[in-house]
């Protein structure tokens, strides 16, 4: 069954850095787009950064030339290199597999904390 489990959030400093690791398994990783996706306390969950399995990628403005979503298809595993990092960065970040088989699966979500 598909899996995707994330690591590497943490609490930072504002202007630090983190980076987000996001495994997959349980279905072929290179044939298929990930996303990386957020939520703040009381807001809903958005966008962060999209990338296809040919390496593509789009992120959201608020976060261009910030973040950087790649990937690393032998190892399954997709990233969110997030520098220049903002109090208002902090959330939730959500792992996404789009599209499988007609449904969406999300990882469990990894805290990122950014505060002086």
């Known amino acids: 069954q598909v899996q995707l489990v994330e690591s590497g959030g943490g609490s930072v400093q504002p202007g630090g850095s983190l980076r987000l690791s996001c495994a997959a398994s349980?279905?072929?990783?290179?044939?298929?787009?990930m996303a990386w996706y957020r939520q703040a306390p009381g807001k809903q969950r958005e966008f962060v950064a999209l990338?296809?399995?040919?390496?593509?990628?789009n992120h959201a403005d608020s976060v261009k030339g910030r973040f950087t979503i790649s990937r690393d298809n032998a190892k399954n595993t997709v990233y969110l290199q997030m520098n220049s990092l903002k109090p208002e960065d902090t959330a939730v970040y959500f792992c996404?597999?789009?599209?499988?088989?007609?449904?969406?699966?999300w990882g469990q979500g990894t805290q990122v904390t950014v505060s002086s």
């Open positions: 990338i296809s399995g040919s390496g593509n990628n």
């Open positions: 996404l597999l789009p599209n499988y088989n007609g449904r969406a699966y």
């Open positions: 349980g279905y072929i990783f290179r044939l298929h787009a």
